[in-house]
């Protein structure tokens, strides 16, 4: 049984031996990271019996990997939440980030608010 990762990592191996465009390579990646994050809010009891401190050597293996073809995964430390980015590896330009960062600023402030809207109903 394979993963959603290991499907995305096959996907973008055999999709750099065929020698596609730019914009292929980031659509397929995209595509890829949607299907994972679908297929992860399926599983969301498996995945929260998961530690954070579980996931950090498997993203550091992940990152070794995937950096030579632009792509970078960071656990976020307010919501503990993966964070993925798309970077111009000749730049080092963020391309796309996902979730992006105005969605990330506005989940930190909502945590922050949630504890006074929950005592202000009490």
Known sequence: MTSPLTDMI?????????????????????????IMDSS?????????????????????????????????????????????RVIDRESGEIIRQIPAEEVVQIAKRLEEVQGSLISLEA
Request: charged share 20%; glycine share 4%; proline share 6%.
């Open 40 to 84: 992860s809010t399926q599983q969301g009891s498996t995945a929260e019996s998961i530690s954070k401190g579980e996931l950090v050597e498997p993203l550091q293996r992940i990152n070794a990997a995937m950096r030579p073809r632009g792509l970078e995964f960071e656990m976020s430390e307010q919501s503990s939440r993966i964070i993925t």
């Open 10 to 34: 096959t996907t973008l191996s055999s999709a750099s031996s065929r020698n596609p465009t730019p914009q292929q390579r980031l659509d397929s990646t995209l595509t890829q990271l949607s």
